[in-house]
C-alpha cells in the first residue's frame, strides 16, 4: 500500500518560490521579521529580491512568507472599500500601494489626492512630504546617486504633458528637497533657460517650495519676465498662497519706473493680479508718468522731410592780385521740398493703455475705481486713506495678462 505524506511547510513555500517569475511586485517576509518588496524569484537555495534600492538575496529558508502583486491589489481593494473616497483615504492607500510597489495605484490614488485637496492646510502640506519621498519612483538608482545637477537635469526632463500632476508635484517635490549648495543657482538656471514652460513652472515651483527667502526676487522678477503667461500667473498664484504678496508687491512695484511700457505694463498687471494694498501708492504715483509716455525724446508729434538741394553761383566778387582782377564766386545752395508734420496715433494709443493697464490694477487691489484721469488718482489714494479705505479685493482667480 502506497503512503501519500502531506508535504512539508517549506516544501510548499519552496515550490510556490519556484514558480515566481519577475513581478510588478512581490512581498517577502523574513523570518527575522524584516519585509522585502520587490521582484522576487527563486535560483536554487537563494531568493533574489529586486528592490528599488538594489538587489537582495536572502536564503530560501529564511523566506516565511511571500504575496504576489495580485494579492497586494487584492488588499488595496478590500481597504479602498474600507476607507472610502475622501482625500486621507486616497493619501493613505497611495503610501500603501507605494509600500507594496504596486506604482499604478498609487499614482491613481495620488491623482484623486491631488485634485480634491485644497491648495494650502496640513493635509497638502502631507501629500506634499509623501510626494516628497517618491525619488525612487521617478529616477533608477544610479541617477539617484549623480550630482545635484544630473540629477536635476533627468527630473525636469520627465516634466512632460500629459504624465499627470502628481507626478509633476512629485518633481517638484523632489527637486525642492535635493541638498545641494548649488540647488538654488541649478534650479534658476533652469528657471530661465529650458525651452519648455511646463520645465520652467516646475524648477520655479521648487524653488519657492524650497525654505529660505534668497531665491524669492528671482521668482517674484520672473512673473513679469517670462515669456509665458501661464507661467507669470502661477507664480503670482503661489505667492499669494504663501502669504508673500506684499513683500511681492513692495520688491515688483519699482518694475512701475522702467523706461520700456512693456516692463511697466506686465509690472501693473502682476500687482493687480497680487492684489495687495502695498502696490496702490505706486500704481498711484505711476499714472502721470503713464499719461504723458511717448516716444523717446519726449514728444508725441513728429516730422518727415523730403528735399532736394542745388548749388548755384550767386555773385562774384573781385579780388585785385598782383595788378591782376580775379572773379571769387560766391556759391550758395537752392532747396526744395516738402516737410510733413504729423502726430503719431500709436503712440497715443500706447500711452492710453499704459493708463487703462494702470486703473485696471488699482481696481483689483482696491475693488474701486479712481477715475479715467491720473491726475486725480492722489486726491483718490488720499481721500481713501482718510475714510480708512476697505482691506483689497479678495484674492481669487488672479491671473496675469499675455501682454
Known amino acids: 500500500m502506497t503512503t501519500v505524506r502531506s508535504p512539508s511547510p517549506s516544501a510548499v513555500l519552496l515550490a510556490a518560490l519556484a514558480l515566481v517569475t519577475t513581478a510588478a511586485a512581490d512581498e517577502v517576509r523574513l523570518a527575522d521579521g524584516r ?3 520587490g521582484a522576487a524569484q527563486q535560483r536554487g537555495d537563494v531568493v533574489v529580491v529586486e528592490t528599488t534600492d538594489g538587489t537582495v538575496r536572502v536564503a530560501a529558508d529564511q523566506v516565511v512568507r511571500i504575496r504576489d502583486d495580485a494579492e497586494l491589489g487584492a488588499e488595496l481593494d478590500g481597504l479602498e472599500q474600507r476607507y472610502g473616497s475622501s482625500p486621507l483615504a486616497h493619501l493613505e492607500l497611495a503610501r500603501l500601494a507605494w509600500r507594496y510597489r504596486l506604482s499604478d495605484r498609487m499614482w491613481r490614488y495620488l491623482e484623486l489626492a491631488d485634485a480634491t485637496l485644497p491648495a494650502t492646510g496640513s493635509l497638502r502640506d502631507r501629500l506634499t512630504d509623501t510626494l516628497g519621498e517618491l525619488d525612487d519612483e521617478l529616477l533608477p538608482t544610479f541617477q539617484r546617486r549623480a550630482p545635484a545637477e544630473r540629477r536635476i537635469t533627468e527630473l525636469l526632463y520627465r516634466a512632460r504633458p500629459g504624465v499627470g500632476s502628481a507626478r509633476i508635484a512629485a518633481i517638484e517635490a523632489v527637486l525642492a528637497r535635493i541638498d545641494d549648495p548649488r540647488t538654488a543657482e541649478l534650479l534658476a538656471e533652469q528657471a530661465r533657460e529650458a525651452p519648455s514652460s511646463l520645465r520652467r ?13 534668497t531665491a524669492e526676487p528671482f521668482v517674484w522678477l520672473t512673473a513679469i519676465v517670462d515669456p509665458d503667461a501661464g ?17 511681492a508687491a513692495s520688491y515688483l512695484a519699482r518694475g512701475l519706473e522702467h523706461d520700456d511700457g512693456r516692463v511697466m505694463m506686465r509690472t501693473a498687471d502682476v500687482l493687480g493680479a497680487l492684489r495687495h494694498p502695498a502696490a496702490l501708492a505706486p500704481l498711484v504715483a505711476a499714472g502721470p508718468r503713464a499719461a504723458a509716455a511717448s516716444l523717446p525724446g519726449g514728444s508725441v508729434r513728429g516730422h518727415v522731410a523730403f528735399l532736394n538741394q542745388q548749388s548755384y553761383v550767386r555773385d562774384f566778387d573781385v579780388e585785385v592780385a598782383m595788378s591782376s582782377f580775379v572773379a571769387d564766386p560766391q556759391v550758395d545752395v537752392l532747396q526744395s521740398g516738402v516737410v510733413l508734420d504729423v502726430t503719431v496715433h500709436a503712440v497715443t494709443l500706447y500711452r492710453t493703455h499704459l493708463v487703462t493697464g494702470l486703473r485696471r490694477a488699482i481696481v483689483a487691489i482696491a475693488g474701486d475705481d479712481p477715475g479715467a484721469d491720473p491726475a486725480t488718482w492722489s486726491a483718490w489714494l488720499a481721500a481713501r486713506e482718510a475714510a480708512g479705505g476697505a482691506a483689497a479685493a479678495p484674492v481669487t482667480g488672479a491671473s496675469v495678462s499675455g501682454s
Open 35 to 37: 519585509v522585502l518588496y
Open 201 to 213: 513652472r516646475t524648477a520655479l515651483r521648487a524653488l519657492q517650495a524650497r525654505d529660505g527667502e
Open 231 to 247: 507661467v507669470r500667473t502661477d507664480v503670482v498664484q503661489r505667492t499669494v498662497e504663501q502669504g508673500r504678496a506684499g513683500a
